[in-house]
Nanobody, 117 residues
Framework: QVQLVESGGGLVQPGGSLRLSCAAS????????MGWYRQAPGKQRELVAL???????TYKDSVKGRFTVSRDNAKRTVYLQMNSLRPEDTAVYYC???????????WGQGTQVTVSS
């Protein structure tokens, strides 16, 4: 059974940084694709960053140059380094694991990120 556990959220001032982590268990981590999504109140969940099994990355336009997604296959963990945070980045951030052929996926429980002075 796949489990995803996120950590690293919190309250930060505008311009600050946070690093989110998502630890995975129950799958062959090196062959899966990992993504970070977020959902703000009253809005749909949206893709923030994706890293495929071969390390290819994709970002939402508004976070390019500020956020960096990375993975450590030995630790079965994916990270989201978030710099220059803005109030509009406030949301619950979710980790998602996609199977190698995108035929199935799993979600983490989410971690709150609040950017406010």
């Amino acid at each position: 059974q796949v489990q995803l556990v996120e950590s690293g959220g919190g309250l930060v001032q505008p311009g600050g940084s946070l690093r989110l982590s998502c630890a995975a268990s129950g799958s062959r981590f090196s062959i899966v694709h990992m993504g970070w999504y977020r959902q703000a109140p009253g809005k749909q969940r949206e893709l923030v960053a994706l890293i495929t099994s071969d390390g290819t990355t994709t970002y939402k336009d508004s976070v390019k140059g500020r956020f960096t997604v990375s993975r450590d296959n030995a630790k079965r963990t994916v990270y989201l380094q978030m710099n220059s945070l803005r109030p509009e980045d406030t949301a619950v951030y979710y980790c998602r694991l996609d199977g190698s052929s995108y035929l199935y996926h799993y979600w983490g429980q989410g971690t709150q990120v609040t950017v406010s002075s």
